[in-house]
């Protein structure tokens, strides 16, 4: 069988060629471009099952993050596995918003609650000189994913499991940006099938999806503090009113970011 008749079997499903180049890539260790290139020669015989084997798991909703084992994120590629939730492209506005602040103010002490995969602390660290990111995460698994992937790029992080800030709370006043992509959808929302795959606690946050948004405000004292947070689109006006922050719109135009920096005294 030649690669194109391997990628046709793929793409008859309604699945885009790219993803079978990546999954065949995958098989045989080559880029995709090396398939294009010979897409019309006989794939080897041996690499067949193991092909077919993971465009099932594709065909059945199983994430292609999952199945390759890493992520693009902010121009950079990371480690993602199963038991971790897979960055999105909006947490990426999270960024932007987090390099103005810091530079704007010459921030130095930032927290991430949530870190998952670590995506948001390790960028932040990369992108902005000088700043030390500390990172959380009640995911065992999460700490020890986000640790490889700052690892791989000598990120200035440090990370301990623990649920929202308690890990560092003897350094806490020294904080003075908080990020977070929390868990915001509401437990019962009916979600695509490639989602029952990722870890419940890294997505839902009770009723109204709005759990953990009321506990952290309520927790900490944030005097002298930034907060910056990924909200669900149709969440902005109770946050706005809970929190006295203001909204900043996703590249396709919903509500997705909620910045708070009233407590900030410069
Ligand atoms: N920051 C990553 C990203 O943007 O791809 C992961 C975000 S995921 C939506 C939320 C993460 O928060 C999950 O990894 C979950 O384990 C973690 N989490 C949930 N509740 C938490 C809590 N109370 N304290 C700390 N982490 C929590
Ligand atoms: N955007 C995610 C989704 O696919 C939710 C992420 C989150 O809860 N932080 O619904």
Redesign the pocket.
Known sequence: MTFSEIIKIYTEKGLPEREALLLIGKVIKQKKEYIIAHRYDECPKEYLEYIFELFEKRFNGYPLQYILGEVEFYGRMFYIEEG??I?RWE?EGLIDICKEYVRRYDLKNIID?????G??AITIALECNNVRVYG????EK?IALSQRNANRYGANCTFKCG??AEPFLDLFDTIQLIVS???YVRTDAKLQKELNYE?R???FSGEDGLN?YRELFKRYNLEGKIVVMEIGDDQGEYLKNLTGGHILKDLSGKDRYLVVDKFWVV
């Not at 609650?113 to 995969?117: F, N, R, T, Y």
């Not at 959380?136 to 995911?139: C, G, L, Q, R, Y």
Request: no cysteine; hydrophobic share 45%; glycine share 8%.
């Open positions: 971790v939730l960055p947490t609650i949530g870190v998952g995969s995506v948001i959380t995460d009640i995911s999460a649920e929202f992509n929390p868990p870890p606690e890294a997505l953990f």
